[in-house]
C-alpha cells in the first residue's frame, strides 16, 4: 500500500525548504513479493553519496523517515528500506515482534532481503550517485540488518548500528568491506555486556576499521521519540550525539 507522507516534517528535520524535498517512493520485487522503499534527497543538490537507512521493527512510517532525517542529515540521498514487505506495515508492538523474530531466527533470509534493497538504492541513477559512495546504517532491528548486510561481504563503504543487536550466529572475519560504527546504550537490556564482548572480538578478529561509543545515560530506542520504558527510552542527548557521531563518519567514509 502507499502511504502520503508529512513532506514539510521531513524537510523540517532536514533543515531545508519543503519544495526542496523529493519524496519517491521505490519499489522492488524478491521471490514475487514487492517491497516499497522511500527515497529521500534536496533536489536542488543531487547527492553523489547515499545512505541505506533500515528502520525500527515497525519498519516503513512518518516517524522513520523523520528519524532518517535528524540522524543522517541532507549531505546524502537517504533510501529508507523496506524489508518486510509492502503489505506488511506493524503498528502494535507485537505486530512488530512477530515480523522481525523470523528475520532474527533466519539472518540469510535477512541478508538476501538487505541486499535487495541495495541493489533497488543503487539503480537509482538519477541521483548521479556513485556506486561506490553508498553507506548503510540501522535503527534497533535496522542495526542488525546494516551489520548483517556488511557480515555478508556487501559492498558499502560504512556501516553503522544505532542501538541494535550485535550477536550474529555468522561472524564475519574478513567478510566486512568498509568501515564499521557501533553506537550503543549501554542500559539497553537486550545487548548484554557479553554481547559487546563478542562483537568486539568479531571486528578485532576480522582486522576492519571498527569504532564503538558507550552512551552511559542511554539505553535502546534511544533515537525514538516515542520510546518510554524501562531500559527502552528515548535520550534526547544521546540521539543528537550519535546523529552528530554517525554524519562525522559518513562525512569521512563517504567521500
Given at each position: ?114 541486499h535487495a534493497a541495495l541493489a533497488a538504492f543503487r539503480q537509482q541513477q538519477a541521483l548521479q550517485i556513485d556506486a561506490a559512495q553508498v553507506g548503510v546504517c540501522g535503527f534497533c532491528f535496522g542495526g ?112
Open positions: 500500500m502507499s502511504h502520503p507522507w508529512n513532506a514539510a516534517a521531513i524537510a523540517e528535520k532536514l533543515g531545508i525548504p519543503a519544495a526542496d524535498l523529493a519524496v519517491e517512493t521505490i519499489s522492488h520485487t524478491l521471490d514475487g513479493i514487492e517491497y516499497e522503499n522511500v527515497l529521500l534527497f534536496d533536489r536542488t543538490k543531487p547527492p553523489v553519496s547515499g545512505v541505506l537507512s533500515v528502520p525500527n521493527y515497525f519498519g516503513i512510517r512518518q516517524q522513520a523517515l523523520e528519524i532518517a532525517a535528524t540522524t543522517i542529515g541532507g549531505e546524502h540521498a537517504i533510501f529508507v528500506a523496506d524489508v518486510f514487505g509492502k503489505t506488511v506495515r506493524p503498528t502494535t508492538g507485537d505486530d512488530a515482534l512477530a515480523v522481525i523474530i523470523p528475520l532474527k531466527q533466519d539472518r540469510a533470509e535477512l541478508r538476501r532481503r538487505m542488525t540488518a546494516a551489520l548483517e548486510l556488511a557480515r555478508d561481504g556487501a559492498d558499502v563503504r560504512g556501516a553503522v548500528s544505532l542501538h541494535g543487536a550485535l550477536d550474529t550466529p555468522s561472524p564475519a572475519a574478513s567478510a566486512f568491506k568498509g568501515a564499521v560504527l557501533v553506537l550503543h546504550g549501554v542500559q539497553d537490556p537486550s545487548v548484554p555486556r557479553e554481547q559487546v564482548n563478542g562483537f568486539i572480538d568479531e571486528v578485532s578478529a576480522a582486522g576492519i576499521d571498527w569504532q564503538l561509543i558507550n552512551y552511559g545515560q542511554a539505553g535502546h530506542s534511544f533515537t525514538d521519540p516515542d520510546a518510554n520504558n524501562p531500559g527502552f527510552f528515548y535520550h534526547r542527548q544521546t540521539a543528537e550525539r550519535a546523529a552528530l557521531a554517525l554524519q562525522d563518519f559518513f562525512g569521512e567514509v563517504l567521500n
